[in-house]
């Protein structure tokens, strides 16, 4: 955009619909570790309509406001433009909860597993090992958690929060092991009884086909 030449940034156009954008680099943020986690960040700085001859001109006000912001610097400014304290709050409480979702959906793809075949299935979460096995006693369906190496008590909250049905009463620590298995240097065990409803839930989001 001609009128914002103090950085490139690309026109969008859409039907009489107009917008800004510009690629992010770490020096545009306060927080450059949140734009880490992907390989490019795009960022629609500003966003109107498409109004020729009136003052309400998308491309008329985004000038306006860039000379504004540059007065007293013989140049224009658009760094009003670029992501603010709450744009940054909010982008990293979306990569958080994209977390928490992507976690949970691993323990429920383990839990599926082994409802399938009985076995005990494992992955690695952050760096970290976790296990689940569900094992069939007396009637009831008993779901061991093996998690190994989360310094976090929040981390161990969401892996056990992910069993749908199944609440924070349900769960008991298994310090003496579980389904026959003695816990190793630094794995922690948690089981409790896994509800009919809860593994129908289970197997119904995440059936093996779909794993």
Known sequence: ????????????????????ITKLGFNDTRKPELLETGDCWWWIGAAGERRNDSATDF???????????GRGQGKVSSI?????????????????????IGIQRVICELIANSLNDGKLWSATLT?????AG????????????FAEGFPDARMIAV????????????WMAEPGGA??????????????IISAQSQAAILAAFSSEDS
């Open 1 to 20: 955009m001609q009128c914002l030449n103090d950085r490139v940034w690309f026109k969008c156009k859409t039907s009489v619909f107009r917008a800004a």
């Open 59 to 69: 491309y008329k006000q985004i000038e306006a406001e860039a000379i504004r912001a």
């Open 80 to 100: 009003h433009l670029l992501p603010q304290e709450i744009d940054l709050e909010r982008l990293e409480a979306e990569i958080a909860t994209q977390a928490v």
């Open 127 to 131: 760096g970290h090992a976790v296990k």
């Open 134 to 145: 569900v094992r069939t006693k007396d009637g009831d369906a008993y779901l061991a958690i």
């Open 159 to 170: 892996i056990l929060n992910a069993v749908p049905y199944m609440t924070a009463d349900d």
């Open 179 to 192: 389904m026959g298995i003695e816990p190793e240097t630094g794995q922690i065990i948690y089981s409790g």
